[in-house]
């Protein structure tokens, strides 16, 4: 590939030049399909993780938990770094060290250091998400919603295709090493592509007389909303496998299965789809009407429970309109208060602490309860989603007044 000619100065400096702007954001996405094909991998390879370290698969999925901290813990501090060093020098490091873990986590045998080294992938993942967010708010501000949908839809394209390249890698007599080591390489040139580009700047911080004050009283209700938001899509996707096999009595494991992908086929195809939508509709609307699409198809699960039909219309109901809400926040938040780097290092906080506690409500409740549980807690969830969602949309309207009157 030929990169457009750039010098080393600011995407601002150059008035936001177009060449510029496709080739940065032609490298965000594809660093969102290596997060995607990354995240997607390690359930699929658990049991060669297991094998190669001696472990059981109750121990060895504790590596789950160890990239959700160390996601958390490179959300915090990736943001104060964006905020202070070039973004693409970041993102450039961020993928070689990504390259550089992921080759070798197959070659680990020792239990304690493969958890050592999904704390530390982990938080490169975390840093990668916030800073590709980040500076996607930057290249384009008021006009990011459309790219934003795109971005997360990547993510999508690489969580389909990971399973993917491990199917077709095992079918052809490979271990669970080559897949890690294609997924490591991958990530190199996409590194190189954006690590040779020029890095946007936050103009508010960057021009004298522009206030940096932050509104904590919003960013902690978008973490919130986040935290939510991406408990209900990480309990859903996580648990609709067990609900559907206890729900219904000797229904095939392998539909159970078939219908967890179709979830995340619906979300993938729900994000192309908001792509387009994102140029003519406002986000408060995108985000109550996703609200109440997903409480609706949850609805139609719960009101037929037993009816095979109502969870697969539900589950691609739900799939399919909590695509757009994370993007959608994220863009919404962008134009209510200026989005820094460690602004959006909360978000992704109180994002990844909902992927990582409440599915894990969930598993304590389902047992003693039943399976009815796992709808009923999302429906809960989303009901309390849309009254924070109403709260922010006040507060931040009426923040809005204030700031003009003052002006």
Not at 7 to 23: E, G, H, I, M
Not at 170 to 198: E, K, Q
Not at 237 to 255: L, R, V
Not at 364 to 387: K, Y
Request: aromatic share 12%.
């Amino acid at each position: 590939m030929t990169l457009p000619p750039v010098n080393q100065k600011t995407v601002s400096d150059l008035n936001l030049s177009p060449a510029v702007r496709r080739a940065a954001t032609a490298g965000y996405y594809g660093s969102f399909i290596i997060f995607g094909l990354l995240t997607a991998a390690l359930g699929p390879t658990l049991p060669g993780l297991a094998q190669n370290t001696g472990s059981e698969l109750a121990q060895i999925s504790f590596v789950f938990t160890a990239q959700a901290l160390g996601y958390l813990m490179g959300s915090v501090y990736g943001g104060h770094l964006f905020d202070r060093l070039p973004g693409h020098r970041l993102l450039f490091t961020v993928l070689i060290c990504m390259a550089g873990l992921a080759f070798f986590v197959p070659l680990i045998s020792l239990f304690w250091l493969l958890v050592l080294v999904f704390i530390i992938l982990g938080a490169m993942q975390g840093s990668l998400e916030v800073g590709n967010n980040t500076l996607l708010v930057w290249l384009y501000r008021d006009r990011v919603s459309p790219y934003m949908n795109a971005l997360h839809f990547f993510f999508g394209v690489g969580a389909v295709l990971s399973p993917l390249i491990i199917a077709r890698t095992t079918s052809s007599g490979g271990d669970i090493r080559w897949v890690y080591w294609v997924l490591s390489l991958a990530a190199i040139p996409v590194a190189v592509w954006l690590g040779r580009l020029p890095s946007p700047v936050n103009l508010h911080a960057s021009q004298p007389g522009q206030s940096s004050q932050v509104n904590n009283l919003l960013v902690t209700l978008v973490a919130i909303l986040l935290f939510l938001y991406v408990g209900a899509e990480a309990s859903y996707g996580g648990w609709i496998y067990t609900y559907t096999i206890n729900q219904f009595e000797g229904h095939p494991a392998a539909s159970a299965a078939l219908l967890t992908s179709a979830f995340w086929g619906a979300l993938t195809a729900g994000r192309l789809v908001s792509i387009p939508l994102a140029t003519r509709t406002k986000p408060s609307t995108v985000l109550v009407v996703d609200l109440l699409g997903c409480l609706a198809s949850l609805g139609i699960i719960m009101v037929w429970s037993e009816s095979l039909f109502a969870i697969w219309a539900g589950t691609l109901g739900l799939g399919f309109f909590m695509a757009s809400f994370f993007p959608t926040t994220v863009t919404l938040a962008g134009q209510k208060m200026q989005i820094t780097g460690q602004v959006s290092g909360w978000f992704f906080v109180g994002a990844g602490a909902g992927g990582m506690i409440l599915p894990w409500l969930i598993g304590q409740l389902f047992e003693a309860i039943g399976p009815g549980i796992t709808i009923s807690f999302i429906m809960i969830d989303l009901l309390i989603t849309l009254g924070v969602l109403a709260v922010f949309l006040s507060l931040s309207s009426q923040s809005a007044i204030s700031q003009a009157e003052a002006s």
